[in-house]
């Protein structure tokens, strides 16, 4: 069946500029996570989403960043007024629930110029 | 903070040695580990977790909870091993959200 799908796959920017990251889980799936993959940082955690509970945003690194999750599924990562050091991979993956294995995106690669 | 660490960010052998990729966390209690790898140009993807006690594509890790460790091993490495890998712990909470170490490339030459 199909895996996790992201768009875009890269997203190029001007400092200043808002961008909206897209995810799409496995059907099914009722949890949903944000991560970002960055030189400097590595792979951190960012959001998670589970069924229509309150989202745990304790891995937010500002309040720039907010993201949504509409009927359950499809997630939003949002951006504004991106900085230079919002550069990386930001991967979303999916799991049945609670301890059950992720799954991967492929990423989205932003770049702020 | 918990933390999972992985001492090295570049490890190379020769095809047919044993490799041994080190992951050390700090936690007190008893944690949930992944390895996960990444080979060329595709996604991350889950290796093996250590409560399902799995060998996948000859690799096995062992949890020892006495050096806080849970170190990646093969004995007999193949070129097609060479890939990005990260060990990561589940967090103790709702979430599950994972911690990741900071990745070790396995570059296993001819």
């Known amino acids: 069946g199909a895996g996790v799908s992201q768009s875009p796959s890269n997203k190029v920017t001007e400092k200043g500029k808002d961008v909206e990251l897209r995810c799409d889980p496995i059907?099914?799936?009722?949890?949903l996570y944000w991560y970002r993959q960055s030189l400097g940082q590595g792979l951190e955690f960012l959001i998670y989403f589970q069924g229509n509970s309150a989202p745990d945003k304790s891995g937010l690194p500002s309040d720039r960043f907010s993201a949504e999750r509409t009927g359950g599924s499809v997630s939003t990562l949002t951006i504004q007024r991106t900085q230079q050091e919002d550069s990386a991979v930001y991967l979303c993956a999916s799991s049945f629930g609670h301890g059950e294995t992720q799954y991967f995106g492929p990423g989205t690669r932003l770049l702020v110029l | 903070a918990q933390r999972v660490t992985q001492p090295e960010k570049l490890l190379s052998v020769f095809k047919g040695a044993p490799v041994e990729l080190k992951c050390n966390y700090s936690?007190?209690?008893?944690?949930?580990l992944f390895w996960y790898v990444q080979y060329s140009r595709q996604r991350l993807q889950l290796l093996l977790r250590?409560?399902s006690r799995e060998s996948i594509k000859g690799f096995t890790a062992d949890l020892n909870k006495g050096e806080t460790s849970f170190h990646l091993k093969k004995p007999f490495a193949q070129e097609e091993d060479s890939a990005m890998y990260y060990c990561a712990k589940g967090e103790d909470n709702a979430g599950n959200m994972l911690t990741f170490g900071g990745g070790t490339r396995l570059m296993v030459k001819p």
């Open positions: 250590h409560i």
């Open positions: 059907s099914g799936h009722t949890a």
């Open positions: 936690y007190s209690g008893s944690p949930e």
